[in-house]
């Protein structure tokens, strides 16, 4: 007879056999729209990329600003060169206009002898002599303070008929535009005796003749402070025409102000 040998411990649980577990992750794609997962994939391999160009580009950037920076640099101290060249030039022309302003200031203020002369030539009244003309420096030197008037002041000695002579000329002279009518006045005026005439003496007959008496008179005044570029139809009226020629060349030129 045969005999069944049945193993009922293989169908229990524990002696169920494991499915074996497949080495590495399995994947599960869903079946529907992949659109998001290549939109992924490209994101993660695009976005170093552009990283990668946007760096190469700011570098290229920043070597090109490096060199216009240079050239910058160089320019500007090229530039401050011809500044410090510019600024120099402007010192010494600004250093020769003075020079020649401080010239042409002495020359404006030239007042010739031959003009003044004859310009109180011209004012002294019939009845006064003028016996010397000086010059004399300014009065606010002489007393130890600073000039106003550089040109200083003329000092007029002579002999009138009479004091009233003497105002009338004092008065005359205070209208020459080559003194300061402010500061002309009279210094002295004293009654004296007349002098004789050369060559002419007492008679012989034994009496003695008395001469007449005039007046001896100092009148001192300034003279004027006016430019002589000023002056120029006065001067041509005296003849000076040397004087009234150059100040009128410079005029031309501009050196002078009309």
Known sequence: MYSLDVNFLKDRPAYQKKPERKRGIALNFPAGNLIPLYVGVGLGVGLPALLGVSWWFLQGKIT????????????????????????????????IKKETQALVSVFDQIRPWSA?????????????????????????????QPANNPAGGLEITGLARSFNDVNDFLLILQQ???????????????????????????????????????????????????????LIREL???????????????????????
């Not at 003044?116 to 002489?142: F, G, S, Y």
């Not at 060559?199 to 002589?228: E, F, H, L, R």
Request: charged share 20%.
């Open 64 to 95: 090109e600003l490096q060199g216009t920076g240079a050239q910058l640099d160089q320019e500007s101290k090229r530039l401050d060169t011809e500044i410090g060249n510019i600024s120099k030039i402007k010192a010494e022309t600004n250093a």
């Open 116 to 144: 003044m002369l004859q310009d109180l030539r011209d004012r002294t009244p019939a009845a006064v002599q003028i016996e010397t003309i000086k010059q004399i420096p300014p009065i606010a030197a002489v007393a130890g």
């Open 176 to 230: 020459s535009q080559f003194l300061k009518s402010t500061e002309s006045r009279i210094l002295t005026a004293t009654l004296v005796d007349a002098p004789l005439t050369p060559g002419v003496g007492q008679p012989n007959t034994g009496v003695i003749i008395k001469p007449p008496q005039v007046v001896k008179y100092t009148i001192q005044s300034s003279m004027s402070d006016v430019p002589a570029s000023e």
């Open 236 to 258: 041509e009226k005296k003849g000076t025409v040397g004087l009234v020629t150059r100040i009128r060349s410079m005029q031309q030129t501009g050196v002078i102000s009309k």
